[in-house]
C-alpha cells in the first residue's frame, strides 16, 4: 500500500503542477457569470469545468487518492492536503455583511 502512494506522490511531482480541485468554488464563480456574460462565453466556462474534473490526467490520481483517503489513511489524506486544496481561501464580497450592519445600525439605533 505505501508503494502505491509513492507512485501516486512521484507521479504528483513529475507533473510538477499544483491544479485547484474545489468544485464548489469553480460552479459558485460560474454561477456568479450567469447572466454577466454571454450564453456563448458561460457555454466555454461550463466546458471547461467539466474537462477539468472529466478529462484532465490528475483526476485519475486524484480519485484514486480520494479512495484511500475514505479509507482512513492517513498518508493520502496528507497528500492529499498538499496537492489539491487551495492555499488561500477568497472569499466574494456580496455586499451581505455590510448591508445587514447598516440594517442593524437603522433597526437598533434608538437603543445604542
Request: with cysteine; aromatic share 8%.
Amino acid at each position: 500500500m505505501k508503494n502505491k502512494l509513492s507512485k501516486l506522490e512521484q507521479l504528483l511531482k513529475d507533473t510538477n503542477t499544483k491544479q485547484e480541485f474545489n468544485i464548489v468554488e469553480d460552479l459558485k464563480s460560474l454561477a456568479l457569470s450567469y447572466g454577466v456574460v454571454k450564453s456563448r462565453e458561460f457555454r466555454k466556462k461550463l466546458n471547461a469545468l467539466i474537462t477539468k474534473y472529466e478529462s484532465d490526467e490528475l483526476t485519475a490520481i486524484r480519485q484514486a487518492l480520494i479512495k484511500k483517503c475514505q479509507n482512513g489513511d492517513t498518508q493520502a489524506i496528507k497528500l492529499y492536503a498538499d496537492y489539491f486544496k487551495p492555499e488561500t481561501v477568497t472569499t466574494v464580497d456580496d455586499g451581505l455583511i455590510e448591508a445587514l450592519e447598516g440594517a442593524g445600525k437603522e433597526a437598533f439605533k434608538d437603543e445604542i
